[in-house]
């Protein structure tokens, strides 16, 4: 069965009167999910498992996929509006998000992040539909030494993340780097820095750094700011109308970032967390206006919101075609397909092209609907700025509590929510940058896995980095993109010694 | 001070409500020594959502239901985290309570031989093994080894040439199920390289050639071997299993090598169950394994029945511990 064919009969899944009306369930219980600071599409994909025993597995599947991927586009809402991530993927969101929202131009930046969200969904199922047999090649072309490349490549950036002072986002960096580190080692199965407290075998759950850190440090400025009435400086909510030249300025990192996504996600591992950070930095990069970023700027928001989108979807490429589960939403979407009796793998799209293209069409749909859901609504979400804000710190602490305990309902997060808190608002004081902290978290538990895994397989040669072309290209990219920043600052400063 | 009264009045009546509640649960073995469960009974599955104890947990309590083979409700609560720990030690802080079970496999075994968990085994009471599962030994498709001879003649030649790797730590279950099998070939097990790949990458250096073998449950070998990705050199289990595929993995006896590993799945309650308890539920595990409707629970996960009674369960807990502590402790890992 080609492609085509096969997307009719996903169509016809997709388009039945049960199709519209799960993807539709789906797609709204995610979106509503997303938008809870904490609460994340795992949970909600779980609690699913047991009410859909016994349904027709298509459009089950199809409604836990929607889920998804709309939780995804539901939680930029609150990482816009409150600094507070909805999910782990939409933490880069709040980098540029808020400080629009803050600007009273939250109306607007909550329709830039449903658009981009809107393109890097549809870009990426489309990929998605045209390359998924192909793609599982790229999903297992990645070996221990390409990951380490990889996460390496993406350390290089924690510089371009920080604004003012190199030298603390590199100490928030290391600080980082030591709490990833917390936890057994998945090498040597010896505890590091747990002192014998269970709790801490796992290591820290990325939502407790991120919500500390954004959420809880937020809500304690708040406190001590508490001039203003409301949150955003300027009471309206801003048009939600896009000029020609925002859209303009969008259409630049939303293209890019759809397919850099895209790729991110189709690697076991990554997902959407990394994949929205990786387009942000690249954006920064590229970008003719690097210290616009973190201050509100169009192409910071555009980036990640297109690219985690379009990340989740990539995340179905090794699930759908080889069976793999790239991150922790989908081990539990493998759980739930393997208690609806169906096996994914290399032979889904011939056993079941049902399922297979089911799911894949059913992800246009779901697109359109987020984005005509969404919208609309925006206007309505966007008076959450104007609560009195006693009553919107009270909600966001809340929130952030039910979304750390739902994690593993342990009361020992609950506090390390507020270490992290304290930890954060401290860094706020002091003007340390968390976006490196985050970044060293995220990256640093898999690189370091990564490059011992690798030394386990070369028996200590360092070489195994080099030898293959896919880790040396990778380690070019990132000595290359910390040797010219260093070089055009030498050279200006030669010009200018010269020309004095 | 009326208010004062009301108030210690209504604190008196429930106090002699909570009396009512906690004896009605503890006297339930009745004279005639016979125990009933009279309220919910809360099984743990010490781990996330979709996993292997979830699913276990999750089906049993269904088919339970859906049969009447146990009237009283069972609802499954998750306690992640800790590899088991944490869950362990909830289920161990309700000593003597008959209404609280859970699920468990080999870690719970491993974990605690690890030095990872303060509760192991005996620290609870064994009601029911369920079903068995077996690990399987897999590699590329285009690989070089035909069975586990030719990989084992390799390792004894030249063991950095082979790298292994599984999901689950070093020192637990993927790890062990392969240190014991190629000690049992004469492979010298202090020199097998194992690489843990805990974020779903395992199979994945499989297939592109990073590692050689994948250490794994056979569960997790069908649809690539069905798909030509990978071949599976032996597997674990004692004989031939049945089904599809699942009949063509040679078993690593077959090939000369005496020695197997099977992953146990049981319940376990918290200790000090009360005697009549551990009866009643051991009889109630027996007849829900020879219900149609689990055998079919079974043949869709691809599951082995292995049914044994808490005694029979706690000997056979007692020889695995020690023959999987001497190995840890002969390859270094022993605490």
Request: net charge negative; charged share 15%; proline share 5%.
């Amino acid at each position: 069965m080609d492609a085509f064919q096969g997307l009719l009969t996903g169509f016809q899944v997709a388009l039945s009167l049960e199709g519209i009306m799960f993807v539709l369930i789906g797609v709204i219980v995610g979106t509503l999910i997303g938008m809870m600071p904490g609460l994340g599409p795992i949970s909600a994909i779980a609690i699913m498992i047991p009410i859909t025993y016994g349904m027709d597995p298509a459009p089950a599947l199809v409604m836990m996929a929607g889920v998804y991927y709309g939780a995804v586009f539901g939680g930029s809402t609150s990482s816009i509006l409150l600094n507070a991530p909805g999910i782990s993927g939409t933490v880069a969101t709040a980098f540029d998000g808020y400080p629009m929202a803050q600007q009273g131009k939250a109306g607007k930046a909550l329709a830039i992040a449903a658009i981009s969200s809107f393109i890097g969904g549809t870009v990426s199922v489309v990929l998605l539909m045209l390359l998924a047999p192909a793609l599982s090649s790229v999903a297992i072309s990645f070996g221990p030494p390409a990951y380490f490349a990889l996460m390496f490549m993406g350390l290089t950036a924690i510089s371009s993340l920080s604004e003012g002072s190199t030298i603390k986002a590199m100490i928030a960096a290391v600080a980082g780097f030591m709490v990833v580190t917390i936890g057994i080692d998945p090498q040597t199965g010896t505890q590091r820095f747990t002192f014998g407290n269970v709790n801490l075998f796992d290591g820290f759950d990325f939502l407790i750094i991120a919500l500390g850190l954004f959420a809880v440090a937020e809500v304690c400025m708040l406190i001590l700011n508490r001039k203003n009435r409301s949150l955003s400086d300027d009471q309206k909510l801003g048009s939600l109308k896009l000029s020609k030249a925002d859209l303009k300025e969008m259409s630049g990192p939303v293209s890019r970032q759809s397919f850099v996504g895209f790729l991110l996600g189709v690697l076991p591992g990554a997902g959407a967390t990394i994949a929205s950070f990786i387009s942000y930095i690249f954006e920064k990069r590229i970008a003719k206006n690097p210290e616009e970023f973190g201050k509100g700027s169009i192409k910071g928001l555009a980036a990640p919101e297109s690219s985690n989108n379009a990340a989740t979807s990539g995340a179905f490429v090794p699930l759908l075609s080889l069976g793999i589960p790239g991150s922790g939403t989908t081990a539990v979407m493998l759980g739930a397909f393997l208690v609806l009796g169906v096996q994914p793998g290399p032979l889904l799209m011939t056993d079941r092209p049902e399922i297979f293209w089911g799911i894949i069409a059913s992800m246009y749909l779901g697109n359109v609907f987020l984005l005509i859901l969404n919208l609309p609504l925006i206007p309505y979400l966007a008076k959450i700025l104007s609560i009195p804000r006693p009553l919107l710190i009270s909600l966001v602490i809340m929130f952030s509590l039910i979304g750390v305990y739902s994690i593993s309902f342990n009361v020992f997060d609950l506090y390390m929510l507020l270490v992290f808190g304290a930890l954060g608002f401290a860094m706020r004081i002091f003007s340390f940058p968390a976006p490196p902290f985050i970044l060293a978290f995220i990256l640093g538990g898999m690189m370091e896995q990564a490059f011992r895994q690798s030394m386990t397989i070369s028996n200590g040669s360092l070489s195994i980095f080099v030898d293959t072309p896919l880790p040396l290209s990778l380690l070019l990219v990132a000595l290359i993109s910390l040797l010219v920043p260093a070089f055009l600052k030498w050279r200006s400063n030669r010009l200018a010694y010269k020309q004095r | 001070m009326k208010k004062t009264i009301f108030a210690s009045v209504l604190t008196v009546s429930a106090l002699a409500f909570a009396g009512c509640g906690s004896e009605d649960a503890s006297n339930t073995a009745g004279e005639d020594g016979n125990f009933e469960p009279s309220k919910t009974i809360e099984v743990v599955a010490p781990a996330g959502s979709g996993g292997g104890w979830d699913t276990t947990a999750r089906e049993v309590a269904r088919v339970f239901g859906e049969t009447e083979i146990i009237d009283e409700n069972m609802t499954v609560i998750n306690r992640e985290g800790g590899g088991g720990a944490i869950g362990w030690a909830y289920v161990h802080a309700k000593e003597g309570d008959a209404h609280s079970m859970f699920v468990a496999s080999p870690p719970l075994m491993f974990v605690p031989l690890n030095g990872q968990s303060e509760h192991g085994h005996e620290d609870f009471t064994p009601l029911a093994n369920m079903i068995a599962d077996y690990g399987a030994f897999a590699v590329r498709e285009d690989s070089e080894f035909e069975d586990l001879n030719d990989l084992f003649d390799q390792m004894k030649d030249d063991p950095e040439s082979i790298t292994v790797i599984g999901t689950s730590a070093p020192g637990s279950m993927d790890h062990m199920q392969f240190v014991r099998i190629a000690k049992a070939a004469g492979v010298d097990p202090t020199k097998i390289k194992y690489v843990s790949d805990q974020e779903g990458g395992a199979l994945t250096a499989v297939l592109n050639g990073s590692v050689d073998v994948f250490s794994t449950g056979v569960g997790e070998t069908i649809e690539q071997v069905r798909a030509g990705n990978i071949k599976v050199l032996g597997v674990t289990a004692e004989e031939r299993m049945e089904g599809e595929v699942l009949s063509e993995f040679p078993t690593a006896i077959e090939q000369g090598i005496d020695e197997s590993f099977v992953n146990w799945r049981g319940f376990f309650g918290p200790p000090g169950m009360d005697e009549a308890a551990v009866d009643y539920y051991e009889a109630k595990f027996q007849e829900l394994s020879e219900s149609e409707e689990f055998a079919e629970v079974r043949e869709k996960y691809g599951w082995n029945e292995m049914y044994m009674d808490s005694e029979e369960y706690s000997e056979f807990l007692e020889g695995e511990k020690e023959e999987i502590a001497a190995l840890l402790e002969e390859i270094g890992l022993g605490q």
